[in-house]
C-alpha cells in the first residue's frame, strides 16, 4: 500500500513492461521461486576481489547479500538480479554488477547444492534482462 505521494514516484510503463516481459513468464512458469533470498558466505579473499594483494591469498572475508529472486527450473538455479540504475547500456550494467553476480552464483550454487545456469540483470531503465 502505497501514499499517494509515493505511488507519483513510481514508473507504472516501466513495471507494466517487466510484468510483460519473457523474464517474467519465466519466472511465473518456474519449478521453485526463491525472493529475497539473504545468505552469508565465507570465501578467500582473492575470490572475492581478484585485485586483492596477494598477501592475503590465504585469508577468507564474510560476503553477506540478498539475492532478489532466483528461479529453479528443472533442478538447476538462475540468479534474477533487478537493476534501476538510469544507464544508457547494457555494457554499463555488466560492468558494474558482473562480479556481484558471480559471487552470489557462486554462494547461492553451493549453499543450496544445486548448479546455477545462468545469472541474469533485468534493468528497469532499459527494459531488458542481460546476461552475465
Known sequence: V??????????????????????????KKA?????EQKFAY???VC???P???????????????IADCIIEEHGVLTIIDY???RVKN??????HYSRQLEIYAD???????KPVKEKLLYSFELNKTVNI
Open 90 to 95: 547494457v555494457q554499463t550494467l555488466k560492468d
Open 42 to 44: 565465507l570465501m578467500s
Open 51 to 65: 585485485s586483492a594483494d596477494i598477501k592475503y591469498k590465504d585469508e577468507t572475508v564474510l560476503v553477506q547479500g
Open 107 to 113: 554462494a547461492f550454487g553451493k549453499c543450496m547444492e
Open 2 to 27: 502505497l501514499r499517494a505521494s509515493e505511488a507519483g514516484a513510481v514508473d507504472t510503463e516501466k513495471i507494466s513492461e517487466f510484468f510483460a516481459s519473457e523474464l517474467y513468464q519465466r519466472i
Open 31 to 35: 519449478d521453485k521461486i526463491y525472493r
Open 47 to 49: 575470490d572475492a576481489d
Open 83 to 85: 537493476k534501476t540504475d
